[in-house]
């Protein structure tokens, strides 16, 4: 178990490693929002190195964090965001839904989560790593 571990899990897509999907890693528990369910928490059982990259972040507001995802945690998956602002870049979300890196990097306090994409949200981390002591 992940006890105190802050961060941000990636999953790899074959021997590319292109990430598709964020999840927010702590005290055993993934937080996410996925197609089929929305937005969850689930237990960690054990996190495999050739399945995830794990991106410890420094300085995690985990209050802020954890009160952030209780007032989403009935938010349905946002395809329209997905759809309209990470493909299409035309800045449309719904409102009561969210997609995987919008919840995460909203956990995190990053503003208009819903515009951060996985891929940006990596660089958002490592940025946010450098600055912050």
Do not use: P
């Not at 399945?51 to 998956?77: C, G, M, P, S, W």
């Not at 035309?90 to 919840?103: H, Q, T, V, Y």
């Not at 208009?112 to 450098?130: A, F, T």
């Amino acid at each position: 178990m992940f006890i105190g571990v802050f961060g941000i899990t990636v999953r790899q897509w074959g021997a590319k490693k292109k990430y598709y999907h964020t999840e927010f890693i702590y005290d055993g528990f993934a937080y996410s929002s996925i197609s089929n369910e929305g937005v969850r928490k689930t237990a960690i059982e054990s996190l495999s190195k050739d399945e995830f990259t794990i991106k410890k972040v420094k300085k995690v507001d985990i209050k802020y964090a954890l009160t952030y995802f209780e007032n989403r945690e009935h938010f349905k998956y946002d395809w329209l965001a997905i759809f309209f602002t990470q493909i299409f870049n035309f800045n449309i979300e719904s409102k009561e839904a969210s997609f995987c890196a919008d919840l995460n990097a909203g956990m995190l306090g990053f503003k208009n989560s819903h515009r951060v994409g996985v891929v940006q949200l990596m660089d958002l981390i490592e940025y946010h790593n450098k600055i912050v002591k």
